[in-house]
Every structure is written in structure tokens, then in C-alpha cells.
């Protein structure tokens, strides 16, 4: 356990300093108590799934990568492949090691390579928030926030003036009986305006919200309700029967028409 503390201070350290480079010791050293046992990978399912040769479904623990039709799925699954494919991993595990789909959950490694981490350094993957597989949170989000402030992978961004200056995702009350509590604020901060048909709003659980032919003019906003209502010049109804943001944790993705990550905001 010495060496997972040692690990996070590092990135703390270099997280808070700027660097650019996340350091990844040796899995060897850092996880003395992973097993020594390696598995061959069959088939690589997407970017955070595998298939074993002795028939097990491994889901990797604490990330979350683009689903089939989301933008960076196809790089994700990519990355992934590159990584494990064909390849002898070890498995680390934490708590709960099935899921409710009867997948193994755990740590992968391929050599000196924690492939969880790698994936979500490279920009493609969220932090899942598991609440009984957790010993690596820390280090996951610090990496994250890295990425981000890198613009890596899925962080990319378009370069257009929009940013999402407030979102409310847990308005007072039962969420169910105030779907227009909810809310996301777009603010168009540049000189010019922008045509915002057709791109998308999502969250982490690909609920999209497809824009209508609309103009954000300069120096101007538009809120996006969850509910229904009449769309107006600063105000727009996504029509869902349900809440759409997890109280609890989840990230507002603005796509383009071209599915280029506009902007995003994470809680």
C-alpha cells in the first residue's frame, strides 16, 4: 500500500505543478499484491471490455469509454486493442468482482503497462464511479483533469466561443416532478454568432439533445430545459419524460454537427 500512497502524491504533485507528463512506475513495484497468474486475451469487445481465452468477460474497473455511435468509440476500442489484444494480462481486483451482467471486474495490466489508467490518459475514457470498487479514484480523476487541461482525445475542442456556465442537475424537490428544475446554460462568448443546429448536447449515459435550427448570438445565452415547453430566443426544451443529469456525478458534452467536442463541463 506504501507504493499506491507514494503514487498518488506523485501525481498530485505533478498535477498541481503543470507538467505534462503523468509518471507511471513500474506495475511490478507499485502492485506487489497482484497476482502473478496472466490471462490471454481472446477478443477485445470495446475500449473497456474484454474477452478471455477460459471464456471470462472482463469489464475494467473505474472507466467508462464511448459507446457504439459516440464520438471516440471507435478510437477508444482502437486503443484498447493495441494495448491487450493477443496479448497475457494480469488482473487486480477490488471488492465486488462481478458485475450485474456476470462480467469479472478489474485492473488490467500488461506487463509494466496499468492499462485502465493508460486508457484514460490518453483521453479516452470518463471516470465510472463504482461505489464498491474505488481504490484507485483518486489517481483516476487526477488523471482525467490532466487530460482535460491537455485537450487529449475526447477532450479536444472545437476552438468555437461557447462554454456551459452553469448547469443545475439537481434541482429541489423530487427530480421526476421538476424536469424543467433541470437545466443547462449555454453562453456564446465570442464576436460572432453561432448556428447551433444540429449539434448535440449528451451526457454520460447518451441521452442526446439534438438542436434545432437556432442562432446563440454574440455575448448571449440560451438555457436548455430537461423538460417540455415552448423554445424561445434564450430558452430551449430537450422534451424528455425523465431527469437527464446524475446529481451525483456525470459530464455535459456540447458536440458540433461534425461530432467535434465543443465544450464540456464535469460535476
Given at each position: ?31 506487489p ?23 471470462r ?9 464511448p ?28 471488492n ?36 464498491d ?10 488523471t ?5 487541461k ?36 449555454l ?13 448535440i ?25 430537461t ?35 465543443v ?5
Amino acid at each position: 500500500m506504501l507504493y499506491k500512497k507514494l503514487l498518488i502524491i506523485v501525481v498530485s504533485l505533478c498535477f498541481l505543478s503543470g507538467c505534462s507528463v503523468l509518471p507511471l512506475p513500474n506495475s511490478s513495484d507499485l502492485f506487489p499484491e497482484s497476482g502473478s497468474e496472466t490471462y490471454k486475451v481472446a477478443t477485445v469487445i470495446d475500449g473497456d471490455t474484454i474477452l478471455l481465452e477460459d471464456g471470462r468477460k472482463v469489464r475494467y474497473i473505474g472507466i467508462n469509454t464511448p459507446e457504439r455511435d459516440q464520438p471516440f468509440y471507435s478510437e477508444a476500442t482502437d486503443l484498447n486493442r493495441r494495448l491487450v489484444a493477443d496479448k497475457e494480462v494480469r488482473l487486480e481486483f477490488d471488492n465486488v468482482t462481478k458485475d450485474g451482467f456476470g462480467r469479472t471486474l478489474a485492473y488490467v495490466y500488461v506487463e509494466d503497462i496499468f492499462v485502465n489508467l493508460e486508457i484514460i490518459r490518453a483521453g479516452m475514457a470518463l471516470k465510472y464511479n463504482d461505489p464498491d470498487n474505488h481504490q484507485y479514484d483518486d489517481l483516476f480523476s487526477q488523471t482525467i483533469q490532466a487530460a482535460k487541461k491537455q485537450h487529449i482525445g475526447m477532450w479536444q475542442e472545437s476552438g468555437l466561443s461557447i462554454v456551459i456556465s452553469e448547469v443545475v442537475a439537481d434541482p429541489p424537490g423530487e427530480d421526476a416532478l421538476s424536469l424543467n428544475g433541470e437545466w443547462v446554460l449555454l453562453e456564446n462568448t465570442g464576436e460572432r454568432d453561432i448556428l447551433l443546429g444540429g449539434f448535440i448536447l449528451q451526457d454520460q449515459n447518451n441521452h442526446r439533445y439534438v438542436f434545432p435550427a437556432f442562432t446563440l448570438e454574440t455575448k448571449s445565452k440560451v438555457r436548455i430545459y430537461t423538460g417540455s415547453g415552448k423554445n424561445s430566443h434564450d430558452k430551449l426544451y430537450w422534451g424528455s419524460d425523465e431527469p437527464i443529469w446524475n446529481n451525483s456525478g456525470d459530464t455535459v458534452f456540447l458536440y458540433d454537427q461534425t461530432l467535434q467536442l465543443v465544450t464540456s463541463k464535469s460535476w
